[in-house]
């Protein structure tokens, strides 16, 4: 029995990872494309396609700090489930944050390693990087690189993402950024 659901899901990504290519879905050079895709079994081609979308748009904005990209991915009643102390709630909390941490890091992109498509989330394992050649806070980078991983869940209604929930390595990016004693 578990043996035929793990091919049915092995069948599904492979289906859907065939129709992205097939479609052109993956044609836009600008959307950070997954290394790993997986699609849960009940979910349409078009249902796995539009959820992949929304969150291409918003790894694009991660990568470029284009708001753009936020604005298209992001409803308007969009919720940051742990926002973090200073952020504001709602739309403008990651244009904020993104624009503040690119005056420390402004080469950041992100690598999306692993994708997973549920009925209305998207899982996320991502790869930021850079290096800090700008300010964080009172701290002037000196060119180190930094590289810290997050995790991303994304709820979707209407092509738009509702609701957010992340967690991201900070210990490791506060070593890099020197803020944290390496000891």
């Given at each position: 029995m578990i043996?035929?659901?793990?091919l049915?899901?092995?069948?599904?990504?492979?289906?859907i990872?065939?129709?992205?290519?097939?479609?052109?879905?993956?044609?836009?050079?600008?959307?950070?494309k997954?290394?790993?895709?997986?699609?849960?079994?009940?979910?349409?081609?078009?249902?796995?396609?539009?959820?992949?979308?929304?969150?291409?748009?918003y790894?694009?904005?991660?990568?470029?700090?284009i708001?753009d990209?936020?604005k298209?991915?992001?409803?308007?009643?969009?919720i940051?489930?742990?926002?973090p102390?200073?952020?504001p709630?709602?739309p403008k909390?990651?244009?904020?944050?993104s624009?503040?941490?690119?005056?420390?890091v402004?080469?950041?992109?992100?690598?999306v390693?692993?994708?997973?498509?549920l009925?209305d989330?998207v899982i996320?394992?991502?790869?930021?990087?850079?290096?800090?050649?700008?300010?964080?806070?009172?701290?002037?980078?000196?060119?180190?690189?930094?590289t810290?991983s997050?995790v991303?869940?994304?709820t979707i209604?209407h092509?738009?993402?509702?609701?957010?929930?992340?967690?991201?390595?900070?210990?490791?990016?506060?070593?890099?950024?020197g803020?944290?004693?390496?000891?």
């Open positions: 043996a035929q659901k793990s049915r899901l092995i069948i599904a990504t492979v289906s990872s065939a129709l992205f290519i097939a479609t052109g879905s993956w044609a836009n050079e600008k959307l950070p997954p290394e790993k895709l997986q699609v849960a079994s009940g979910l349409s081609e078009k249902e796995a396609v539009s959820l992949l979308n929304t969150a291409q748009q790894y694009a904005f991660w990568n470029s700090g708001e990209y936020a298209q991915a992001l409803a308007s009643n969009f940051d489930l742990n926002l102390d200073g952020r709630q709602g909390g990651p244009l904020i944050a624009a503040r941490f690119r005056q420390a402004p080469d950041l992109s992100i690598t390693k692993s994708v997973y498509l009925k989330k996320s394992q991502l790869l930021f990087s850079g290096h800090f050649t700008g300010t964080f806070g009172k701290s002037k980078g000196e060119g180190q690189v930094i810290f997050a991303d869940m994304y209604e092509g738009k993402i509702t609701e957010n929930w992340h967690l991201e390595d900070n210990f490791t990016l506060m070593q890099q950024l803020l944290i004693n390496n000891n």
